[in-house]
């Protein structure tokens, strides 16, 4: 028998090795069901299905903002726009008729909000991720959002153990866009937007790929599942912060001296089960939904550690915990301000926007000098 044959027979089927990840996935969905209930395994298998569509569909937020200020390819921003308008016609009508029940982003602007948002435009950029570009390059096996994640964490924590002092600096009170004529002024808005990024574009650019309206209409789904199930927004950033002060009690910490992690309701996630925290279970099933993608590929994961200067790795630990950090100040990152901010109906979410983007474009021009790509 030749070697080839031998190695042939030896080696694991694709099949086999897919079929394993599908069972996996729905055993760990339906063991959370068992132990938490039934609304949290949905959420696992929503957080899931946000993984699998991020990175199976490569819709992201980071990378498409880069794409429109460098070569002014607005796809990928028109594919975030037409999500958010899908959630915006049926989040806002049903949140004003399910008061109490189904909740809004909602936050105030104000000058840490604005700040915090410009910030994490520059961070993300240098790490090439948001909030959800993190978890999903984490879980493909980017070393880069790797090294990124810990910190980031440690950032939401540290952010929200500090946020009231930054909120006390001075805010303006929530100001929100509700029912039928919220949607209206919301899509017109976004409409708006798009025909910006159209008048900016190259005329070669002016497309938007069938694979990305499918994703849009695929996230937009997911993220009104994420809104019925748990009554709130999808998010990102609290279940990160979440996870470190999790740890931070368990090891010994006191945080009474944070208003934040102190307040009764944070405080009683903080002693309860991570499997009965809504955002931390789509964060979870975020990370192992680009996993199983990125297993199932013939490639694998992205393991490679990149040969990069030291430069290029302290940026990316600063810039991962400033991700978090400055997240938690401008309440919430791509997904939990702009994505759920705007959709439903907070006026934070558009400030947000125009910020992080202003701040996008440092961002990319600070990566070649950290060291994190070659300079043009």
């Known amino acids: 028998m030749s070697t080839h ?6 080696a694991p089927r694709p099949f086999v090795k897919r079929g394993g990840l599908i069972v996996a996935a729905v055993f760990v969905v339906l063991a959370v069901a068992a132990l938490a209930g039934a ?3 949905l959420m696992l298998a929503v957080g899931l299905g946000f993984g699998l569509a991020l990175e ?3 819709f992201g937020f980071a990378g498409p903002w880069r794409a429109m200020i460098l070569r002014r ?4 921003l028109w594919a975030q726009l037409l999500a958010i308008a899908i959630v915006t016609v049926f989040a806002l009508p049903l949140i004003a008729s399910h008061g109490g029940e189904l909740n809004g982003a909602q936050a105030p602007i104000g000058f840490a909000m604005v700040a915090g948002a410009f910030v994490f435009g520059v961070a993300m950029q240098v790490v090439l991720g948001c909030g959800s570009g993190t978890l999903v ?3 493909s096996g980017n070393p880069v959002s790797l090294v990124a994640l810990p910190f980031f964490a440690i950032g939401s924590f540290a952010g929200a153990y500090h946020l009231f002092w930054w909120t006390g600096l001075g805010a303006l009170p929530i100001m929100n866009f509700e029912g039928w004529s919220g949607v209206f002024i919301t899509v017109g808005l976004l409409f708006s937007v798009a025909m910006v990024a159209w008048k900016f574009a190259t005329p070669q650019t002016r497309v938007l790929p069938r694979r990305l309206v499918i994703a849009a209409v695929v996230i937009a789904g ?15 950033v609290y279940g990160l912060g979440l996870w470190v002060a999790k740890g931070a009690v368990a090891a010994g910490v006191d945080l009474s001296g944070s208003a934040f992690w102190s307040a009764p309701a944070t405080a009683e996630r903080v002693t309860s089960s991570v499997l009965t925290d809504y955002t931390s279970l789509t964060d979870i099933g975020i990370i192992f939904g680009a996993f199983f993608v990125a297993s199932w590929r013939v490639g694998g994961l992205s393991a490679k550690l990149p040969s990069l200067p030291a430069r290029a790795w302290v940026g990316t630990i600063v810039a991962g ?3 978090g950090y400055s997240s938690r100040l401008a309440f919430g990152c791509n997904v939990g301000a702009f994505f759920s901010g705007i959709s439903t109906g907070s006026l934070h979410g558009w400030v947000w926007f125009a910020a992080a983007f202003v701040g996008s474009i440092y961002g990319i021009k600070l990566r070649p000098i950290l060291g994190l790509e070659a300079r043009s």
């Open 5 to 10: 044959v031998i190695e042939g027979a030896l």
């Open 39 to 41: 609304r949290y395994g």
């Open 56 to 58: 199976g569909l490569r």
């Open 222 to 236: 997911l993220a009104l599942a994420n809104l019925l199930i748990s009554g709130q927004p999808w998010g990102v």
């Open 321 to 323: 915990f400033l991700l």
């Open 137 to 139: 390059n984490a879980g």
């Open 73 to 76: 390819d607005p796809s990928g």
